[in-house]
């Protein structure tokens, strides 16, 4: 069974800083990898996706990189901004399924100006 | 592309009650989904249609739940006899099946549902 899992859970940070966020899963079959930002108590609004095939992805500040054989996922975002403080999730589709997407918990980011 | 909605945005209801959610995706997308997020938590999901077929349902969708996506376009999601355990957020998802089959899913503002 496919189990994602987002490190730290928490974190705070400086404006102006670099920063990473982990995710990792358990089953390397996956189709594709997605990360997400979501504000408290609203919907989730997309970032980036990438393909089981590619290795990352960038949109602006934010890069994401995939290294399937590990079961890993990073989202970097540089130089940071009180806008970015959010919950960042990240979720996978089994290769298998090619449906529904399995979710992590999470990382909470507050960005201090 | 107006995104995802959903409606309504937040609801109160008994213990016991019934109550109806409504998705309309994204126009042009074909798959639909249903997730349900308890605070701290990532989502989990709930059911998927392609076009108007119900593919996929997880054990998370008991009997008291029923989905629909009747003409392939909007769906609903009823719970009935509500308890409290089902409050949560309900999020609904669309995405499209394309040449690329790339599946990049897009959320809508979700339903907060308190069961009092």
């Known amino acids: 069974k496919q189990e994602v899992t987002q490190i730290p859970a928490a974190l705070s940070v400086p404006e102006g800083e670099n920063l990473v966020l982990n995710c990792s899963f358990t089953d390397s079959a996956i189709y594709n990898l997605q990360w997400f930002r979501q504000d408290p108590g609203k919907g989730l609004t997309s970032l980036l996706l990438?393909?089981?095939?590619?290795r990352e992805q960038t949109s602006g500040r934010l890069n994401a990189s995939l290294d399937k054989s590990s079961g890993r996922s990073t989202l970097y975002i540089a130089a940071s901004q009180p806008g970015d403080s959010a919950t960042y999730l990240c979720a996978v589709i089994d290769g298998g399924s090619q449906g529904n997407l399995i979710f992590g918990k999470g990382t909470k980011l507050s960005v201090k100006p | 592309d107006t995104g995802v909605s959903q409606d309504p945005r937040h609801k109160i209801t008994k213990r016991g009650q019934n109550v109806t959610f409504r998705c309309d995706p994204i126009?042009?997308?074909?798959?639909l989904y249903w997730y349900r997020q308890t605070l701290g938590q990532g989502p989990e999901f709930l059911t998927y249609f392609q076009n108007e077929a119900q593919l996929e349902k997880s054990r998370l969708l008991s009997d008291r739940f029923s989905a629909e996506r009747p003409k392939g376009s909007f769906s609903t999601l009823e719970i009935q006899r509500t308890e409290q355990g089902d409050s949560a957020m309900y999020l609904c998802?669309?995405?499209?099946?394309?040449?690329?089959?790339?599946?990049?899913?897009?959320f809508g503002p979700g339903t907060r549902l308190t069961v009092l």
């Open positions: 990438i393909q089981s095939s590619q």
């Open positions: 998802a669309s995405s499209s099946i394309d040449r690329e089959r790339v599946l990049e899913q897009f």
């Open positions: 126009s042009e997308h074909n798959r």
